[in-house]
Structure formats: C-alpha cells, structure tokens
T-cell receptor, first 114, second 114 residues
Framework: EDQVTQSPEALRLQEGESSSLNCSYTVSGLRGLFWYRQDPGKGPEFLFTLYSAGEEKEKERLKATLTKKESFLHITAPKPEDSATYLCAVRDNAGGTSYGKLTFGQGTILTVHP | NAGVMQNPRHLVRRRGQEARLRCSPMKGHSHVYWYRQLPEEGLKFMVYLQKENIIDESGMPKERFSAEFPKEGPSILRIQQVVRGDSAAYFC????????????FGQGTRLTVV
C-alpha cells in the first residue's frame, strides 16, 4: 500500500525566510508525485507534477524536487499570501496507464508572518 | 480549479436523511474521482469513475455510499441514511481522457450531519 508522510506538520516563517517542506513516500512504481496548495474552505489547487528522480520544477517562489524516496518543496523569500496547507500525493502504476488515483499525505500547514 | 463544479457547496442533513453531492468535470474530462476529507485528516480516495462505469470503488464504505457517472449529466455521490461520522468535505476531481495527467479539484461540498 502506498504511503506518504509529510513534515513538518506545521511551519511558521517570517516573510522572506526561505525554507523547505518534505514529502517522503513509499510506492510500488511511481507514476507521478504531485504537489497541491489548499486554502481554508477551498479545494486543492494543482502546483506541480514530478515523474522521475532528479526532476525539478519551479513556479514563482516555489521549487519542487524529487528523489527516489522523497520530494522537497522549497519556498524562497515567502510572502504572507503563501500561507496555506501544502499537500503531497503520489500515483502508482496499479490499474494500468490510465489510472489516476492519488494517495495524499497529511499536509504541511505553512504560515508566513509579515 | 474553477473548472470542476461541485454543488451544493454546503449541505446540512439530519441523521437518517439522504445526501446527494454533484460534480460536473472540466470540459473534455471523462475521468472523475471522489475524495473525502475528514476533520483533521488528509484527503482519502473513495471512488474512480468513467462515463457509465465504476473503475475502482475500493475506498468507498461498503454500506450506504454509492456513486454514478451517467452518460449525460454530472457525477453523483449518494449517501443514504447519513450519520454524524459522515460529516466531512467531499471533493471531486477530474482528469482528461487521454493518458495520465494532473487531476483538477473542485471546491468541495461540506456536509454537516446534525
């Protein structure tokens, strides 16, 4: 069974203080690691998909990286509007190539103070 | 994110009543997934559907829960005889019909059982 563990559970940063969120995973045949952002009362908003170890993707102040066992979401010079819950999820190769079920971690609650 | 439409956004039901949650996928998407987010818990997969077919319902409780995605109209998640433990946010996600790509989530339906 796929497992996803995110750390820390909560992270408080000062505006401009860079940091990283961790996502450790166990999956039989990774077919994608996903990062989502979720604001209170809203649905998850897609950020990145990573498919193979060594892959990196960037979007504004966010950068996601992937190894064979974990992924990091690096936040550079965060702003208060980056405050949200960041979710990591994996998709495995069960069910064939057209199957998209995701297994989520518990999330990291990020708070950025001005 | 706004492309996946869920309604209602909030639903209050008394114990023993039925709850019907609707999801219209993004245009051109024929794969629909339902997830449940219990208070203080992560997103948990419930069911994966394609038009007129249930592909994987391994995350669905065995009783009282059912889902459908008819040829015409939205996908429906139906909960019969609701209990307080069913109170949660229910999210629908959709993905395109071709290959493995990102799943886009709706804003969710928040079910409260009183």
């Amino acid at each position: 069974e796929d497992q996803v563990t995110q750390s820390p559970e909560a992270l408080r940063l000062q505006e401009g203080e860079s940091s990283s969120l961790n996502c450790s995973y166990t999956v039989s045949g990774l077919r994608g690691l996903f990062w989502y952002r979720q604001d209170p009362g809203k649905g998850p908003e897609f950020l990145f998909t990573l498919y193979s170890a060594g892959e990196e993707k960037e979007k504004e102040r966010l950068k996601a990286t992937l190894t064979k066992k974990e992924s990091f979401l690096h936040i550079t010079a965060p702003k208060p509007e980056d405050s949200a819950t960041y979710l990591c999820a994996v998709r495995d190769n069960a069910g064939g190539t057209s199957y998209g079920k995701l297994t989520f971690g518990q999330g990291t609650i990020l708070t950025v103070h001005p | 994110n706004a492309g996946v439409m869920q309604n209602p956004r909030h639903l209050v039901r008394r114990r023993g009543q039925e709850a019907r949650l609707r999801c219209s996928p993004m245009k051109g998407h024929s794969h629909v997934y339902w997830y449940r987010q219990l208070p203080e818990e992560g997103l948990k997969f419930m069911v994966y559907l394609q038009k007129e077919n249930i592909i994987d319902e391994s995350g669905m409780p065995k009783e009282r829960f059912s889902a459908e995605f008819p040829k015409e109209g939205p996908s429906i998640l139906r909960i019969q005889q609701v209990v307080r433990g069913d109170s949660a946010a229910y999210f629908c996600a959709s993905s395109p019909s071709q290959g493995l790509t990102e799943a886009f989530f709706g804003q969710g339906t928040r079910l409260t059982v009183v």
